[in-house]
């Protein structure tokens, strides 16, 4: 038993570094991952990437659900990445008590997935899904990588028969991305990089730990957040390593509490911090160079004064000579870098925690979330940047925790989701249209921010804290370039249409392409009153793209003569009331 825990009257280490389930603290990050893995497993097999830095809880959310995992899937969970191909597949068949016939014939790789093939095929006909987890996955190998995307192939004529969780620090998107992994890398069905706490979940994450290990009380100073924060960045395990040692200080002195400052001294003494004798090292060498120069000096001014002597000079001329251009302040210098944090006057309508936890544990719920009242009110359960982009179109869900999710929640309301990867700023003013972009914060990080407003000087972002504007030069600085945005297309279009220089449709004519030629000859037509209405007999005949090519021309759009997306979305936009807009005036 910690020698503080009766001081602070606390049954168990609240700030263990051990990945317990049972402390798991589940931020909106976690959430969002849980979505993404139940997604994956919704999925008919592929990988599954979990991605996050040291320290961020990645193995803890693992094991917390395998713990809660349906009895229905099967798990196969390999902690040592550091193996050859063959360990890993007797591992996996290990961990699925697979027995390996006694063929000496064969090679142990092929008796391996031999087995592992015929194991799989009976549990799916008994309606079971296997799961294969693999920590510190960028430690693996490209023979093992390699292995494994082979062993995502095992599958019947309709269905894959293995799922395969990949669980790894940021490095290891780096190496999927290699042009050798490409074949893996396309197999992924859903990915989630786990960042960080934010600094409004840092004062619940505290209290959530300590209320787990029996604490009645608030131990830690309001005063000791933003501290924390900043020393650590949000990491948990480094919160967690800060935490115990401020525990340990207090308790040493006899303290009720924990203040400000003992958080400081605890950081202080486990955090890398430069060693004092290399320090003393260093100066004491740069002391006796620098004795060794005066001397030097000392004899040449004896030998010889006048080589001390400056030419004469205007005072002037000695300033012009010595400052640089560069050291001389510019006359107007603003901070283009600074958020202005507005809060929003009102908010999405707050969601029970009963609804979200249906929403995203269906198959695979997280720990009851339990946050003590400990002097720090819980946080009120606020929308993601994915919901938050579905609002902007009237659409309310909290279901949207990832791309995909959005993308389906999107196609029920007739919407569809896209993703771009923009080179400039006017590619954002051609599309109009709110999205989700990802910047990187100063911790290092990409967050992602709704945004929803665009100016010719600055921007306007939403994240679940309310409003924040930025200039647009720091927003060009911080974003990374990726756009996912939403666009309605009118009912019946599936893909664009256009005719071949013999006038014949080059896509499929589908059932509901007439509906798709009647909206367009409507949206013409309330455009200019002259337009003709073409009788084309449900085919995009070349007359009607001739009158799609003079609307593209007066547009400035791309002069093709194609009807897709960009077309319709600036017909839309010009004939629809009820369209968001990054831009109200184009």
Known sequence: MSIYLQHFALAREPFSIVPDPGFLYPSIYHRQAVAHLKYGLDREGGFILLT???????????????????????????????????????????????????????????????????????????GKKTLIVIEEAQNLTPEVLETLRLLSNLETSTHKLLHILLVGQPELLDILAKQELRQLNQRVVSRFHLSPLDKNDLSNYINHRLHRAGAKRPIFDDACVAVLFRLTGGVPRLINLVCHQSLVAAYSIGAPTVSAKLVKQAASEILSQPKKSSLSKSLLIAAIAISLLIAALAVIYVSNPSAFQLPATTHKEIADKTIPDKMIPDKETPDQGQLIVEPKPETLPAVSEASLSSAISVDIPLPEENIPDLDVPAPEVITNPFAGLLALWGVESVEAYSEEELAVVASLQNLRAEKVSLPELASLEQINRPGVVWLRVETGYLKSYVLAQLSFNAVTLQDRQGDVRMTLKAFQAAWNGSYLYLWKPPQGYIGPLSVTGNNIESNTIGENTPLVLDWLQAQLRSLDNNSEIIISGGRYTSAIAQQVLGFQRQQGLVADGILGRETLMRLTQLSANNIPLLMEAM
């Open 52 to 126: 996050g830095e040291v320290g961020t809880g990645k193995t803890t959310l693992t094991r917390t659900m395998i713990k809660r995992i349906p009895p229905h899937v099967r798990v196969a969970y390999i902690l040592n990445s550091k193996l050859n191909a063959s360990d890993v597949l007797a591992s996996i068949c290990d961990e699925l008590d697979i027995v390996l016939p006694d063929n000496r014939e064969l090679s142990f790789t092929k008796q391996c997935i031999d087995a592992l093939n015929s194991d799989l095929l009976a549990a799916h006909a008994e």
